[in-house]
Each structure stands twice: as structure tokens, then as C-alpha cells.
């Protein structure tokens, strides 16, 4: 099913397929950027981006194509997010969170589904957290019936799979800023002892988000289990306590 012209502003490129995509990032390509994030995402055999490839288009630039382009045919942009380059990924994902936010019941629908089926191309740290919260996190909320964390949240966090793991807490997100916060605790308590940092910052960043909310939640959380947090996850977790609270924590002596 095919994103239609309802909801859409005119000027839309409509007509446009993915390669119009591809030559616009190329037209802004930066071989010496592209090294950097090379590096930074850890390209190199054995790191978690092993194999990814790069063009060097700043992040800025790819949201705003993905504006112009936002009304691409949903194959187009599987074409796109099965890209070899990072940024055609990322871009792609930008569209489908831009279709998501403006389809109708329908499209909302389509939308998830291409995403759900596409999570092998959602295959680092910034292209899941710039698209789980926003299209699976928003779609499963819209349907939550309060009980417990959805089954397919389930699946992508029992896995072994670190990116789709990182989907299942990110997409929590969406539940956390409804005001909603158990998926959120289920899955920091299911994976406090992951050994990847990438999920232990995950984990770590959505407690602090339901701190944001209601402190005291997330307090009874981190007492209960702090003292077998990694200390990575910790850290995030109480970045905005007190120094005094954070300082008890940090030493083991927070609840005495």
C-alpha cells in the first residue's frame, strides 16, 4: 500500500524514485566527513558498525530531503532503506517517520508494517533511535490496552539481536512520554545485565526519561536493583539526580 496524496503539501516530489534520492546525497557527499563517521560508528571488523559505508551528508541535510521526498512510494523507499549507504538508510527512515506522522489509519499501517519487516536495514544506533519510538513506538501505544509490554516488543528484546534489543527500549519511548512507564521498566529490569554498552546507555537513557516524569518511579526502580546495574546503565540512569543522590548511588550506599 502506497502512501496517497491526502495529507500531503503541494510541491511534494511524488513522481520521484529512490535513485532522485541517492543522487541528491551524493550531490553532497564529503569523503572527509564520510572518514570521520567511518570511525565514529565503528566500521572497522569486530566494532558494532562493522561493514557500514558512509557518503559524509551531515544529518540536517538528509532531514530535509527526506521533507522534500517525504511523499515517496512506499517500495521507493525500501529500495532506499536497503541501501548499502548509511545515509540512504537513514534517510529513508527520515521519509517513513515523516509518512507515519501526516497517513491517515491506513498509511500509519502500511508504514509500520514496512518497518517491521525491514529491521535488518535498521541496523545501527542512530538509525534505530531515530525511527523506533517515532513509527513502532507511536503505532503500539495508539493500541495499548495496559497489559504489560507488547508481544512484539517481547520478540525483538529476547532476540540476541543488539539492534532489534535496542529497538524494544527505544521504542518505549513513545509509552514513557504517554505517561505509561511499565513496558519501559519490564524491559530495563529483562535486560540489566546486557553486556553490550550500546544497550546498557539504552536502557540507562529510558529510565532517565521516566525520571523526567515521575522521579519517584524511577527511584523505586534503582533501589531495588542498582547494586547490580552495570555502571554504565547507572550512570545514565541517574544523570539528572541531585551530585549528593547520584554521589549514594555511585558508592552503594543510596536507600541506607
Not at 541517492?22 to 566494532?47: C, I, M, V, W, Y
Not at 508494517?113 to 533511535?129: G, M, P, S
Not at 517515532?134 to 490496552?145: C, F, N, P, Q, S
Request: aromatic content about 10%; proline content about 4%.
Amino acid at each position: 500500500m502506497g502512501i496517497t496524496d491526502s495529507g500531503f503539501a503541494p510541491g511534494d516530489e511524488r513522481a520521484a524514485g529512490a535513485e532522485a534520492v541517492r543522487n541528491a546525497l551524493q550531490a553532497e557527499r564529503s569523503p572527509e566527513r564520510a572518514a570521520k563517521q567511518a570511525q565514529f560508528f565503528q566500521t572497522d571488523e569486530g566494532g558494532y558498525g562493522e561493514g557500514d559505508r558512509f557518503l559524509g551528508v551531515p544529518v540536517p541535510n538528509q532531514r530535509k530531503l527526506a521533507r522534500r521526498y517525504r511523499a515517496l512510494h512506499l517500495q521507493e523507499v525500501v529500495e532506499l532503506l536497503q541501501d548499502p549507504f548509511h545515509e540512504c538508510r537513514l534517510t529513508a527512515l527520515f521519509i517513513l517517520v515523516e509518512q507515519f506522522e501526516r497517513g491517515d489509519a491506513g498509511q500509519r499501517a502500511a508504514v509500520l508494517e514496512v518497518y517491521l519487516r525491514n529491521l535488518d536495514y535498521v541496523n545501527n544506533w542512530d538509525l534505530v533511535d531515530s525511527s523506533a519510538p517515532k513509527i513502532l513506538g507511536r503505532a503500539l501505544v495508539a493500541d495499548y490496552g495496559g497489559t504489560g509490554v507488547p508481544e512484539v516488543l517481547w520478540e525483538l528484546a529476547r532476540s540476541d539481536e543488539l539492534w532489534r534489543e535496542r529497538t524494544a527500549v527505544l521504542a518505549t519511548l513513545a509509552f514513557v512520554r504517554a505517561g505509561v512507564f511499565g513496558p519501559t521498566l519490564e524491559l530495563a529490569e529483562y535486560q540489566l545485565q546486557h553486556p553490550h554498552d550500546l544497550m546498557q546507555k539504552a536502557v540507562g537513557w529510558m529510565l532517565r526519561e521516566v525520571g523526567k516524569r515521575d522521579r519517584e518511579v524511577e527511584r523505586r526502580f534503582l533501589l531495588r536493583l542498582y547494586r547490580t546495574m552495570p555502571r554504565t546503565m547507572l550512570r545514565y540512569a541517574i544523570e539528572h539526580f541531585p551530585e549528593a543522590e547520584r554521589r549514594r548511588f555511585l558508592d552503594g550506599s543510596a536507600g541506607e
